[in-house]
């Protein structure tokens, strides 16, 4: 299975601002999708890091909220833009094998809005 | 709306017991169906999963059961460890993309 790091592993950020989570795989990898745990929730697919094009989110989900980069096909950036305290959750960085369906997360970035 | 359906939302276990989780799901077009396992402060790790041409699939003391006619799949936990205690989600896969169960908290006691 690849090793995901993700960076920071936590922080706490005022209202109103933003912040960058990185995502770097030790290997190249076809996916990279990030999901969003809100606190004591299941997991939701926010939107699949293209490399090369612009990422495709899911419903409830929007570009100027979270954009996305991927200009390679070890590392993909997630930023959570013009936070509110509803933003505060576990955002998790998955990466999908190239043969097989596997799916593996990162350690996940523990946000907290306040 | 929640296209993976997980039950029971906690179970507590004695050391030694079988825990088993539930999911049924509605989309036909699903096509991998894994378990995470996830402790506190950690990222989801898989556990073990299975297509839906199978069955039954067992590793270690996990084993997944497959009704692909039913819709429905589950994970038995045999003689579980206190070390099994965690919160488990069940998840379907279509292109990759992962739609995730609620969630079940396992609780083994000694």
């Known amino acids: 299975s690849a090793v995901i790091s993700q960076k920071p592993s936590r922080d706490i950020c005022q209202r109103g601002t933003s912040l960058t989570i990185q995502c770097q795989v030790d290997s190249q990898v076809t996916m990279m999708f990030w999901y969003r745990q809100q606190p004591g929730q299941s997991l939701t697919l926010i939107a699949t890091a293209n490399q090369g094009s612009e990422a495709t989110y899911e419903s409830g989900f929007v570009i100027d909220k979270f954009p996305i980069s991927r200009p390679n096909l070890t590392f993909s950036t997630l930023t959570v833009s013009n936070m509110s305290p509803e933003d505060s959750s576990i955002y998790l960085c998955?990466?999908?094998?190239?043969?097989?369906?596997?799916?593996?997360f990162g350690q996940g970035t523990r946000l907290t809005v306040v | 709306q929640q296209q993976v359906k997980q039950s029971p939302q906690s179970l507590i276990v004695q050391k030694g017991g079988i825990s088993i989780i539930n999911c049924a799901y509605e989309?036909?077009?699903?096509?991998?169906f894994p378990w995470y396992q996830q402790f506190p402060g950690k990222g989801p790790a898989l556990l073990i999963a299975i297509r839906p041409d199978v069955s039954e699939k067992k590793e270690g003391r996990f084993t997944i059961s497959f009704n692909k006619s039913a819709k429905q799949f589950s994970l038995h936990i045999m003689d579980s460890q206190p070390g099994d205690s965690a919160t488990y989600f069940c998840a379907a896969s279509m292109m990759r993309k992962l739609q995730f169960g609620a969630g079940t908290q396992v609780v083994v006691t000694p």
């Open positions: 989309n036909t077009a699903f096509d991998y």
């Open positions: 998955s990466v999908a094998s190239g043969t097989g369906s596997e799916a593996f």
